[in-house]
Each structure stands twice: as structure tokens, then as C-alpha cells.
């Protein structure tokens, strides 16, 4: 098994999974969410990372979507 199966497999797996864009902001949530459970961020702070996380995700679908609808192909 070559490099390129396994470069394959693993991009298979983050698309059946949402998506690097969508993983990112899942992992991002996370350690946010983990950082405020111990105490090592306050909530001010959680909700503006994961305000403009989640804001980040928007527009790069919607950025994404634009340039699809201009292709006709997904980028």
C-alpha cells in the first residue's frame, strides 16, 4: 500500500466525517469547551472563539457555494 492509498483513505474519512472545515470547528468547540470546564478560559472568552469559529465555518461554506455555483463544480 502506497502513500497515495493512504493519503486517499485519510481524505475519505474526513469527508464522510463533515469535512476539514467542520472538523476544525468541532475540534476547535471542544477544546474551548474543555478549557472553560477546568477553568483555564472564562465564558467571555469561550463565546467569542466560538462565535467567530462558528462564524469562520459559515462563511467558508458560503464561499464554497459561491464558487461552486460560478464552476458548476465543487472546488
Given at each position: 500500500?502506497?502513500?497515495?492509498?493512504?493519503?486517499?483513505?485519510?481524505?475519505?474519512?474526513?469527508?464522510?466525517?463533515?469535512?476539514?472545515?467542520?472538523?476544525?470547528?468541532?475540534?476547535?468547540g471542544l477544546a474551548t469547551t474543555v478549557l472553560?470546564?477546568?477553568?483555564?478560559?472564562?465564558?467571555?472568552?469561550?463565546?467569542?472563539?466560538?462565535?467567530?469559529?462558528?462564524?469562520?465555518?459559515?462563511?467558508?461554506?458560503?464561499?464554497?457555494?459561491?464558487?461552486?455555483?460560478?464552476?458548476?463544480?465543487?472546488?
Amino acid at each position: 500500500m502506497g502513500i497515495d492509498a493512504v493519503t486517499g483513505d485519510v481524505n475519505m474519512l474526513i469527508n464522510k466525517a463533515g469535512g476539514r472545515t467542520f472538523l476544525l470547528t468541532v475540534g476547535c468547540g471542544l477544546a474551548t469547551t474543555v478549557l472553560c470546564w477546568y477553568g483555564k478560559i472564562d465564558g467571555t472568552t469561550y463565546a467569542a472563539v466560538v462565535l467567530g469559529t462558528v462564524g469562520a465555518y459559515i462563511t467558508a461554506n458560503a464561499v464554497r457555494g459561491v464558487k461552486q455555483d460560478k464552476t458548476g463544480a465543487a472546488p
